[in-house]
């Protein structure tokens, strides 16, 4: 069991920044595939980005790419989400996520077994 916990959503202006960050804890050395998701109001969830555990690769979906950063923190089990000049396409309750080494695609909901309870973050004027 892994458990997942998300914290640093809120309220920003369009252009503006905020950083997320999941803390993990359990079973941590299951984890191969840490990854962010979103789910905007009528929407299904969407992947955001995701860094592989043991060498730090990256993914990110074209729709952040080059405003979004993931990252682990550089003490614990701890995954970030640096977020600058945001959007108000941005809003949405973004999701935490792990999961084993797998076959299936990292942008996939299906890659992760463990989901954390979401943070909230609107971006608006």
């Known amino acids: 069991q892994v458990r997942l916990v998300e914290s640093g959503g809120g309220l920003v ?9 999941c803390a993990a804890s359990g079973r941590t050395f299951r984890m191969h ?15 955001v980005a995701a860094i592989w555990w043991p060498d730090g690769t990256t993914h990110y979906s074209d729709s952040v790419k080059g ?3 993931i990252s682990r923190a550089d003490a614990g089990n701890t995954l970030i989400l640096q977020m600058d000049a945001l ?14 080494m ?12 463990y989901w954390g309870q979401g943070t909230q973050v609107t971006v608006s004027s």
């Open 33 to 47: 595939t840490m990854g962010w998701f979103r789910q905007a109001p009528d929407k299904e969830r969407e992947f």
């Open 67 to 69: 405003r979004f950063t």
């Open 87 to 100: 959007e108000p396409e941005d809003t949405a309750v973004y999701y935490c996520a792990s999961g084993p």
């Open 102 to 113: 797998s076959t299936t695609s990292i942008k996939s909901t299906r890659a992760y077994s």
């Open 13 to 21: 202006q369009p252009g503006g920044s905020l950083r997320l960050s």
